[in-house]
């Protein structure tokens, strides 16, 4: 239990309560970026890589395992895909130049990104679904899913909005896709995501002597768990900052002054700790429980004769 018997906890939330699923996938086009690739897609399923193109390898390719077994029951699954995204690479190369355009940019860095997917609740088989582009990181123009037209968030967009509201049937497939076709994909991929379990890393960190002993969890599967102290049995709730994290069963973690990493010396009982007196302090005064999710991804048209793309 360590020194001063409190241990943390990660524990199962209640497995009867209903989680949201999500299927994104996020495009990205860059001019002016020598390091980085022209045009980027990235497929996600309640937020993991399962999909990756680029305009280097100019392939699409599986992340996960479960994915390539697809072939199986579509031998033609890949090439499809990246003959899809082939073409969206050209599509998206018009769409920079455009906004460029729109913004009166000529030079430097820029980037364009589009966002799609879908959600889907498991408990009360409730959908939604969404579209929105974003040039530079601030948001340029939204699907509204109700209403069938595009919402301009700068006033560079309102040609587009003009513009592509005009196309109805367009407006439909979008509509169709995102509240049917995406949702049928989303559960057809998530029954892979949705069984696998991973343990959490959990790392107890100190700034500095003075600082709140901090608890830090990466690379967990699924994504609720609570978290919490408990000393001779009993949960710590008082000036302790909880969170909601990942994980799949009870994970305890002494807080021991030998498992604390610092930024001022040597960790445990050899340095850097002035023994039980501090993390006592640190407990009964200001102990700050922080959880933290990390995760890697991309944290992810055509032009003839003048034709504008966006």
């Not at 680029?54 to 090439?79: C, F, G, H, I």
């Not at 498992?259 to 007196?277: E, S, V």
Request: hydrophobic content about 35%; some cysteine; overall charge negative.
């Amino acid at each position: 239990m360590g020194a001063l018997g409190l241990l943390l906890l990660l524990g199962l939330l209640s497995g009867g309560s209903a989680v949201i699923h999500s299927l994104r996938y996020f495009h990205t086009a860059s001019s002016g970026l020598s390091s980085f690739p022209e045009f980027v897609a990235v497929g996600m399923v309640d937020e993991v890589q399962f999909l990756h193109y680029d305009s280097v390898s100019k392939r699409a390719v599986a992340k996960q395992a479960w994915m390539d077994q697809v072939p199986t029951e579509d031998p033609d699954y890949w090439e499809r895909a990246t003959g899809i995204y082939q073409g969206q690479q050209q599509v998206f190369k018009g769409i920079i130049e455009t906004a460029k355009k729109r913004f009166n940019h000529t030079g430097g860095a820029h980037i364009v990104q589009r966002m799609d997917g879908c959600e889907w609740d498991d408990e009360d088989d409730t959908t939604d679904g969404h579209q929105q582009y974003a040039y530079d990181g601030e948001d340029f123009i939204a699907f509204d899913l109700k209403t069938l037209t595009w919402v301009a968030l700068v006033r560079q967009a309102v040609s587009t909005k003009l513009r592509w509201d005009q196309d109805r049937a367009l407006n439909q497939y979008w509509k169709n896709y995102l509240t049917k076709e995406c949702v049928d994909w989303l559960k057809k991929y998530g029954k892979s995501t949705q069984q696998r379990t991973e343990r959490p890393q959990v790392s107890l960190l100190q700034r500095s002597p003075s600082s709140p002993v901090v608890c830090h969890a990466t690379g967990f599967f699924p994504d609720r768990v609570v978290v919490f102290w408990r000393r001779d049995g009993q949960e710590l709730h008082e000036q302790v900052d909880p969170g909601e994290l990942k994980g799949i069963e009870d994970i305890p973690t002494p807080l021991d002054p030998a498992l604390i990493r610092t930024n001022w010396g040597k960790t445990g009982r050899d340095g850097g700790l002035p023994g039980p007196f501090l993390i006592a302090g640190s407990v009964a005064g200001a102990l700050l429980l922080v959880g933290a999710l990390v995760l890697a991804g991309v944290c992810w048209y055509r032009k003839r004769n003048g034709e504008e793309y966006i």
